[in-house]
């Protein structure tokens, strides 16, 4: 039964009477300029605005939530729904109860809310809970089963001339797994040719590189695709999306038959535990991308991983334009999930996961950064997500506030 992967233990008495009390909580929706335009199939984006959540309880202890929406990808929800819904539905929940996750996603998974304001109360609240115990986030959900995970970068919509200069620079800093983003405009052909022209310098710089159409492509496009990668299987290791969502599972599962060798992972297909269970069941994709955002936090992201885990299909971390708030929370479940997709062991080639979001961002609220070093984002140490938010810089970012305290 899938309950069987969301953990819904019920606390005891003494767990609700000895943990802190939540007595304020503070949104900010903030606007984060990128350093630079990345193009995607949704557009080109040249910042992103998120929603960061505080919450506090009484014993003065501080947890962390993000939302982090992006139009197109996470319609119908933006950063004013996931306002709205915080300040009307879930904070009126949350200030005045024990700050007990499982008590907490009991208490506000069935209200009339979007996934990803659920996914900031879930993630502060999980943040105060290990806090408040002094032990790691990854320790509160269930122990760390590694402690480092290599990252890969991603290249927008651009030439096959400029991913090879981003590529060989980027592997000067120790990355060495690539993602190219193509869907909307750019064809299935030109996605082979980018694929190919990576093919021909890729082994001098022992790297490897998948394809995100974020659903840009239709079935006969996306089959396109996957015959014409052929010839340069081995050094494309996925094909993330090609189709939207509402496409059959049928047909994604004629596009997988079609890569061959070349894995088929979906990501808007895949945001909800019952998703990740019809995915599976029908065969569809072999692995799944996951975001801690997208799918509503800590508890229901970690589930979703168990999921793929226990039916055999590969885990792609991933992420959207994020600060170090969610970054850290999804290096924890990552840290603590039991599988995590990996290169190929024929050559031998490591395979990276998506911790570089705070890179793309000109400036950041948090010290995330700090954890990635040489291609490789490494577990903090310290309590809950192990960061520390610049509260002055949150407050300047800030576009609109809600307040939400005991009465």
């Given at each position: 039964?899938?309950?069987?992967?969301?953990?819904?233990?019920?606390?005891?008495?003494?767990?609700?009477?000895?943990?802190?009390?939540?007595?304020?909580?503070?949104?900010?929706?903030?606007?984060?300029?990128?350093?630079?335009?990345?193009?995607?199939?949704?557009?080109?984006?040249?910042?992103?605005?998120?929603?960061?959540?505080?919450?506090?309880?009484?014993?003065?202890?501080?947890?962390?939530?993000?939302?982090?929406?992006?139009?197109?990808?996470?319609?119908?929800?933006?950063?004013?729904?996931?306002?709205?819904?915080?300040?009307?539905?879930?904070?009126?929940?949350?200030?005045?109860?024990?700050?007990?996750?499982?008590?907490?996603?009991?208490?506000?998974?069935?209200?009339?809310?979007?996934?990803?304001?659920?996914?900031?109360?879930?993630?502060?609240?999980?943040?105060?809970?290990?806090?408040?115990?002094?032990?790691?986030?990854?320790?509160?959900?269930?122990?760390?089963?590694?402690?480092?995970?290599?990252?890969?970068?991603?290249?927008?919509?651009?030439?096959?001339?400029?991913?090879?200069?981003?590529?060989?620079?980027?592997?000067?800093?120790?990355?060495?797994?690539?993602?190219?983003?193509?869907?909307?405009?750019?064809?299935?052909?030109?996605?082979?040719?980018?694929?190919?022209?990576?093919?021909?310098?890729?082994?001098?710089?022992?790297?490897?590189?998948?394809?995100?159409?974020?659903?840009?492509?239709?079935?006969?496009?996306?089959?396109?695709?996957?015959?014409?990668?052929?010839?340069?299987?081995?050094?494309?290791?996925?094909?993330?999306?090609?189709?939207?969502?509402?496409?059959?599972?049928?047909?994604?599962?004629?596009?997988?038959?079609?890569?061959?060798?070349?894995?088929?992972?979906?990501?808007?297909?895949?945001?909800?535990?019952?998703?990740?269970?019809?995915?599976?069941?029908?065969?569809?994709?072999?692995?799944?991308?996951?975001?801690?955002?997208?799918?509503?936090?800590?508890?229901?992201?970690?589930?979703?991983?168990?999921?793929?885990?226990?039916?055999?299909?590969?885990?792609?971390?991933?992420?959207?334009?994020?600060?170090?708030?969610?970054?850290?929370?999804?290096?924890?479940?990552?840290?603590?999930?039991?599988?995590?997709?990996?290169?190929?062991?024929?050559?031998?080639?490591?395979w990276g996961h998506s911790f570089f979001s705070?890179?793309?961002?000109?400036?950041?609220?948090?010290?995330?950064?700090?954890?990635?070093?040489?291609?490789?984002?490494?577990?903090?140490?310290t309590p809950g997500l192990g960061i520390t938010?610049?509260?002055?810089?949150?407050?300047?970012?800030?576009?609109?506030?809600?307040?939400?305290?005991?009465?």
């Amino acid at each position: 039964p899938l309950t069987g992967f969301t953990n819904p233990t019920v606390p005891s008495a003494a767990v609700m009477a000895g943990a802190p009390v939540v007595v304020s909580a503070k949104a900010y929706s903030i606007q984060l300029p990128l350093v630079s335009p990345y193009a995607t199939a949704y557009g080109t984006l040249t910042h992103s605005t998120n929603v960061v959540l505080r919450l506090t309880a009484a014993d003065g202890t501080v947890g962390w939530g993000e939302a982090a929406p992006l139009t197109g990808f996470t319609n119908p929800e933006t950063s004013e729904t996931v306002m709205a819904d915080l300040r009307d539905r879930l904070l009126p929940l949350v200030v005045g109860a024990p700050a007990v996750p499982n008590a907490v996603f009991a208490r506000t998974k069935d209200v009339d809310a979007g996934l990803m304001a659920k996914g900031a109360v879930d993630m502060a609240v999980w943040d105060v809970h290990a806090r408040a115990r002094n032990e790691r986030l990854v320790d509160a959900i269930g122990g760390a089963v590694r402690t480092r995970v290599p990252l890969w970068w991603s290249f927008g919509d651009q030439s096959a001339e400029a991913d090879e200069a981003g590529v060989r620079a980027k592997v000067t800093e120790g990355i060495h797994s690539f993602m190219f983003k193509v869907g909307g405009p750019v064809g299935p052909q030109a996605a082979v040719a980018r694929v190919a022209a990576f093919a021909r310098y890729a082994d001098d710089v022992d790297a490897l590189c998948c394809v995100d159409a974020n659903a840009g492509w239709t079935e006969s496009q996306a089959m396109t695709f996957a015959a014409g990668v052929q010839p340069y299987a081995r050094h494309c290791l996925f094909l993330e999306q090609p189709m939207p969502p509402t496409a059959p599972h049928e047909a994604f599962a004629r596009v997988r038959k079609t890569l061959g060798i070349v894995l088929l992972v979906a990501d808007e297909s895949i945001v909800t535990l019952a998703d990740g269970a019809a995915l599976a069941a029908t065969g569809a994709v072999g692995g799944v991308s996951i975001k801690c955002s997208k799918s509503g936090g800590v508890t229901r992201t970690l589930a979703i991983a168990r999921l793929a885990d226990a039916v055999g299909m590969a885990v792609q971390v991933n992420s959207m334009i994020e600060t170090g708030i969610t970054q850290a929370a999804m290096l924890a479940v990552t840290c603590a999930m039991p599988g995590l997709l990996e290169g190929p062991k024929a050559p031998a080639r490591p395979w990276g996961h998506s911790f570089f979001s705070c890179h793309r961002l000109a400036d950041n609220i948090t010290d995330f950064r700090r954890f990635v070093v040489d291609g490789v984002a490494s577990l903090p140490s310290t309590p809950g997500l192990g960061i520390t938010v610049d509260e002055p810089k949150v407050a300047a970012a800030a576009i609109d506030v809600v307040e939400v305290v005991t009465s």
